[in-house]
């Protein structure tokens, strides 16, 4: 009998503490994926959730010696801005299970942007879906947090 009350007792704690579990695993903060290019910040911006370029491995173009420019956007008036603090993820809403959903995120090697999606897989990992139409066709990526 003693051993099932403490069974008991122990279920119920776990079943409380879950839900606090699950709010701590949050994507703010710097992240790094595996080729380990750059650096990222997601950040709150209004009520939903954008990423921005921090750092960049090789900041500046080995043949001009200047700043890298997001030459590859499909907008020429965008191209001459830097890579170096540019908001390349915006408008994740929090869904459920610890996924941010309904983002875009732009690729500025490619110029291309796609639908996207972020889940929390671990306090210092995650998940980066990129996406077009439905999310089960797309690329992944797992980002590692820095700090």
């Known amino acids: 009998m003693r051993n099932s009350l403490f069974l008991l007792l122990a279920l119920w704690l776990g079943a409380a503490c879950a839900p606090a579990r699950a709010q701590t695993l949050s994507p703010l903060g710097i992240w790094t994926n595996s080729e380990k290019k750059a650096t990222f910040e997601i950040y709150k911006c209004g009520d939903k959730l954008c990423g921005k370029i921090v750092t960049l491995t090789i900041p500046n173009d080995p043949a001009t010696g200047k700043p890298k420019l997001d030459v590859s956007n499909p907008d020429p008036k965008l191209r001459s801005r830097p890579k170096l603090g540019l908001v390349f993820m915006e408008g994740f809403v929090y869904d459920d299970g610890n996924k941010w959903d309904n983002g875009k995120i732009y690729d500025p090697e490619s110029g291309k942007t796609y639908s996207c999606y ?30």
């Open 118 to 147: 972020m889940k929390m897989e671990s306090a210092n990992q995650m998940e980066v879906k990129g996406y077009i139409g439905f999310s089960l066709i797309g690329r992944s990526q797992t980002w590692t947090r820095v700090k």
